[in-house]
């Protein structure tokens, strides 16, 4: 009965190590971030941005606050028109062959029930899944 017990439980950690982990991949932090669009939280979907590497803590700190207005002003008003942004649905994922980059399709929602599918491109960062920023 104790083994059953004990077995139990390791098996109740590793779900909860699971689902604690950070964007365990490129589908779930793609749903992580499409969340903080719902919510207006732009500070927190732009920090899922993969910005240049190698950039100066000044020129990233520049580029985000330049986004997290922009956001705030031209996309939310947007939302707005179309009843906000109600809900991002994960359709599909492809990850690249060596681990790093991947593509995510996405569907959104909106209030007034339009919807609109896309794609993002995502890529692996220190561990961490960001949405890369096409040039």
């Known amino acids: 009965m104790k083994k059953v017990f004990y077995f139990s439980l390791m098996v109740m950690a590793m779900f909860v190590m699971t689902a604690c982990s950070s964007s365990s991949s490129p589908g779930d932090a793609m749903k992580k971030y499409g969340n903080y669009l719902i919510q207006g939280d732009y500070e927190k979907f732009v920090d899922g941005l993969a910005f240049e590497e190698g950039a100066t803590p000044e020129k990233l700190k520049?580029?985000?606050?330049?986004?997290?207005s922009m956001l705030k002003?031209?996309?939310?008003?947007?939302?707005?028109k179309m009843g906000g942004l109600k809900s991002i649905e994960i359709l599909s994922e492809e990850i690249s062959a060596d681990g790093n980059t991947a593509t995510v399709k996405i569907k959104q929602t909106y209030g007034n029930g339009e919807t609109q599918e896309g794609s993002q491109s995502m890529v692996k960062r220190d561990g961490k899944w960001l949405m890369s920023i096409d040039k």
């Open 62 to 68: 520049e580029q985000k606050e330049g986004l997290v």
């Open 73 to 80: 002003e031209k996309v939310s008003k947007e939302y707005e």
